[in-house]
């Protein structure tokens, strides 16, 4: 990814979760920006969910982006905040490879990407959750926060179920049967959420060439949409994610390492054949 790691590199790499002690969702190796100790770290982790703190995912070396990962913050019902993950959200936005605040005549917007529904996301709130203050986060007026609107795990499968269950397979010829459609019941919203999962890549994309902007992107945990949106975003940045081995790399790096739970979403050693 063009990533340097020396005396002027503005990143670094953290052991601080080598032993997963420190979150056991995460990989061994952490990418942070160089100005952030490992002691910020450590206070900032409390208020991310599951520990999932803010942590470099892809560096695209063409304009200094970087788009990172987290989960969701906890501010809770009482609106709290935590200074050190503003600390670290700020450094990770300002670790641009130009260190300048504008593209031309026009700031550069670091984006909070919130892959939930704005409703969902505020609903968390009763529950310890939440997302951003922008009020905390908009650093030199460089920052926004925008919702992409894709609904949660439980939904999807519902959907997907659906689509299964109106696409009935004649066992004999392993074709779909003609009655089969995508206009029944839930199965109609699968198509729709396929268009959301593009369209919001395709903008996220855009951001990032064409204005330059840092990506933090989060859901609840951080370990399905979150997933899903980074890679795809990396996928279209990148060709070598295009290719088999980096295709492969990419299910390794955001998906395995970063805790995506393949056994409870896709019931791997399940089977009674195992």
């Not at 990962?69 to 009482?78: D, E, F, H, V, Y």
């Amino acid at each position: 990814q063009g990533l340097q790691f020396n005396e002027n590199s503005k990143w670094r790499i953290s052991d601080i979760n080598k032993d997963y002690s420190f979150c056991s969702t995460y990989p061994r190796k952490l990418i942070v920006p160089k100005t952030v100790s490992d002691t910020l770290l450590s206070h900032s982790v409390k208020y991310r969910s599951q520990n999932r703190i803010p942590t470099l995912t892809y560096y695209y070396s063409k304009t200094g982006s970087s788009i990172t990962r987290s989960a969701q913050p906890l501010p809770g019902i009482t609106q709290q905040r935590s200074i050190q993950d503003e600390k670290l959200v700020n450094e990770i936005f300002k670790c641009s490879q130009n260190g300048s605040c504008s593209v031309g005549s026009h700031p550069i917007k670091n984006i909070i990407v919130d892959a939930r529904p704005a409703t969902n996301a505020m609903a968390q709130t009763a529950l310890g959750g939440g997302t951003e203050n922008t009020d905390n986060y908009n650093f030199n007026n460089t920052c926004t926060r925008m919702f992409l609107g894709i609904d949660n795990i439980h939904v999807m499968r519902d959907t997907l179920n659906s689509v299964v269950e109106n696409f009935l397979v004649d066992n004999d010829l392993n074709l779909p049967i003609d009655k089969a459609n995508l206009n029944k019941g839930k199965a109609s919203n699968w198509l729709k959420y396929v268009k959301l999962l593009l369209s919001s890549t395709d903008t996220l994309v855009k951001f990032v060439i064409f204005n330059k902007s840092n990506l933090l992107i989060h859901c609840s945990d951080g370990w399905d949409r979150t997933a899903q949106v980074c890679s795809l975003v990396q996928i279209c940045l990148d060709p070598y994610f295009r290719t088999l081995e980096g295709f492969m790399v990419l299910i390794e790096k955001d998906w395995l390492s970063f805790g995506h739970r393949f056994a409870e979403r896709s019931g791997h050693l399940s089977s009674e054949s195992v």
